[in-house]
């Protein structure tokens, strides 16, 4: 298959001249928070360092990490201390939900929107979308960042955009034939949904149009892009489930993107724009460049309110890999977990992901959730998984693999189809009671 690019003399770039242009950027962006953000300014006083004390790209460790807490108390509303341009530069925001607290906010300029769009378009790109192509966006517009991110850059593109956003499954399904989108966006638990809804139908949904998925926002194990994968025929028409990264804090989708070499090992991260690091989740230390632990970002070419090592509390691995793609300067990026969601149950930590990953292996299981229930003193690991034919076997078989992966052994309910909740966005399917 024909390698297309957005960007080639960037996308293969050499590491060495990359990092060359990381250092000279990220010098730039320090001195620019320094002199223009009054967080920052205060922020880098209190740790006794300026940007003069960076001189190599691993000086970047001497200076103060940016968290969450430091998003919500000193940068709502509009972008507050955080802000490195004049207010009357701004052009509008996007934010977060706000569902644990004040929501996150990510300010824009016209360079910012200039730049997300660049970086958006870099993705779909890089995923095999072209000007031929017709492009039904299901993420929600809106304040969320998906939608309107995922817009911007396929208009660059030149591909045709179906703005649907999320919702009207039954008549999205209908669209989808009679339309006939080649790519289509979205959160995994919404692609999943509609190919359960076409089936439903008694449609095929391997006989589609769709040969590309972009799902994003939320986490996937490899196990559920291959049901994607395998439900709507996707690589029987040339195409895959490529994965999009991004998050508001980071500018919205389009820092990463899986690409047909690395669909099934991650995504390759924007590391021209989004310079990272590897740390310890605990210690704060560096994990090097290569490994597992919580990913750290800085903004080197953001505008209106660039970030310095902000602790995204994603759990990745990172590896630097050879593809066919020649993108190898850029390394490949798998999220594991987010340390918010790790779980704690009878001292033993658990990450939903890696029961996703166990569960979406098993061909007979529809849909599932996960119930920790706390409010007794005998505390609960309980895994609902839907499916047609119910057995004490298979329910033990599930009990095993869990355990297996997890090292805590579930109770297992085996229900009937369609007894438990479907999401047309983000999906919850971890219930905790305190």
Known sequence: MKVEYWEPHIEKIKLTDLKKLQLKRLRAQLRRVYENSPFYRRRFKEAGVTPDDLKTLDDLRKFPFTTKDDLRNYGYPYGG?????????????????????????????????????????????????????????????????????????????????????????????????????????????????????????????????????????????????????????????????RQIYGSTE?????????????????????????YIEIIDPKSGEPVGEEGEGELVITHLTREGMPLIRYRQRDIVKVQYVSTDCGRDAFPVVDVVGRVDDLIFYKGTKIYPSAIQSVLMKIPEILEYQVIIDKRSVEHKFIIRAEVLNQSQELAEAIANLVEGAVFARPQVELVPPNTLPRWEGKSKRVVVYE
């Open 250 to 274: 980071i500018i919205g989708p389009g820092a990463g993107q899986a690409t047909p070499c690395t669909e099934y090992l991650g995504f390759h991260m924007w590391t021209d724009h989004v």
């Open 81 to 241: 201390e955080f802000l490195a341009v004049p207010f009357d530069e701004l052009v509008g925001w996007h934010m977060t939900s706000g569902t644990t607290g004040k929501p996150t906010v990510g300010p824009y300029t016209k360079n910012d929107i200039e730049l997300w769009t660049n970086l958006v378009a870099r993705c779909l790109v890089a995923a095999g979308v072209s000007k031929k192509d017709v492009l039904l966006n299901i993420y929600g517009y809106g304040l969320f960042t998906g939608g309107l991110g995922l817009h911007y850059g396929a208009m660059a593109v030149g591909a045709k955009v179906i703005p649907w956003g999320v919702g009207r499954t039954e008549a999205l399904v209908d669209l989808i034939y009679e339309w006939k989108p080649t790519v289509m966006t979205g959160t995994p638990s919404y692609q999943l949904y509609i190919l359960e809804t076409i089936r439903k139908r008694g449609l095929d949904p391997k006989k589609s149009s769709i040969r590309i998925t972009i799902p994003g926002a939320e986490a996937m194990s490899f196990e559920m892009l291959k049901r994607i994968d395998e439900g709507y025929g996707l690589k029987e028409k040339g195409g895959g489930p």
